[in-house]
């Protein structure tokens, strides 16, 4: 696979999942709370870490491997939770970039400093 794409990474997700007979546990209740505990493993690395060593995680091998590992893992039960409820997730999230467009409007600089 040179070039990935969503359709593509949720179908070989669901391949695995059916392959396994996991499909019957793939409910949108269990999914959105899966998706939670992945979150929450991937804030657990940074949990006891300053702004500035945050920013450094990728440098270490061993934190960049665990940052990536849980990334994946938040997005493919993402993906999954996406194709169970046939939400179109790069639509969804155009629109609320859309939406958060109108709803924090830019201001100028010198408009940011001042009260409002």
Avoid at 8 to 19: D, H, S, Y
Avoid at 38 to 50: D, G, K, M, N, R
Avoid at 58 to 65: L, N, R, V, Y
Wanted: aromatic share 6%; proline share 5%.
């Amino acid at each position: 696979m040179t070039e990935l794409d969503v359709a593509q990474l949720q179908r070989r997700l669901a391949e695995f999942a059916e392959a396994r007979e996991w499909r019957p546990y793939h409910t949108p209740k269990n999914l959105a709370a899966a998706l939670s505990v992945e979150a929450s493993e991937l804030v657990e690395i940074f949990q006891w870490l300053t702004p500035e060593e945050s920013a450094r995680v990728m440098e270490d091998p061993g934190s960049a491997h665990r940052v990536a590992d849980e990334t994946a893992d938040v997005l493919a039960y993402l993906l999954q939770f996406c194709e169970v409820l046939g939400i179109d997730v790069l639509a969804a999230l155009s629109d609320k970039i859309d939406r958060n467009e109108t709803r924090f409007p830019v201001k100028r600089t010198e408009d940011r400093h001042s009260p409002e």
